[in-house]
């Protein structure tokens, strides 16, 4: 079993910045790719980030490409999502995810096998 257990968010103005983290723990992450999903009220979650085991590929949904930045530390078994010029429209609880092999922006929320708890992220305007 995987646990992932998230940190970071919050309430921010627009324009801000927060940094979301995700510690991993429990069995070996090897070959597995990590990412963030998040879902608003009355709404599907939706992919947001994702970043491949080693690192090397990264995916972003178009609504925060250029704006949210996705990297792991595999020293701290640990992912972060750092997301700068922040929308209300951001306005979510975020999720952090798990799956073997590849997670990118086709990936369907109900192929994800490990899911932390989710953290609370609000923007004001």
């Known amino acids: 079993q995987v646990q992932l257990v998230e940190s970071g968010g919050g309430l921010v103005q627009a324009g801000g910045s927060l940094r979301l983290s995700c510690a991993a723990s429990g069995r070996t992450l090897r070959s597995y790719a990590m990412g963030w999903f998040r879902q608003a009220p009355g709404k599907e979650r939706e992919f947001v980030a994702a970043?491949?085991?080693?690192?090397?590929?990264?995916y972003y949904a178009d609504s925060v490409k250029g704006r949210f930045t996705i990297f792991r530390d595999h020293a701290k078994n640990t992912v972060y999502l750092q997301m700068n010029s922040l929308k209300p429209e951001d306005t979510a609880i975020y999720y952090c995810?798990?799956?073997?092999?590849?997670?990118?922006?086709?990936?369907?929320?109900?192929?994800?096998?490990?899911w932390g708890q989710g953290t609370q992220v609000t923007v004001s305007s």
């Open positions: 970043v491949s085991w080693s690192g090397g590929s990264t």
């Open positions: 995810a798990a799956r073997p092999g590849v997670i990118d922006t086709t990936t369907p929320y109900n192929h994800i096998q490990y």
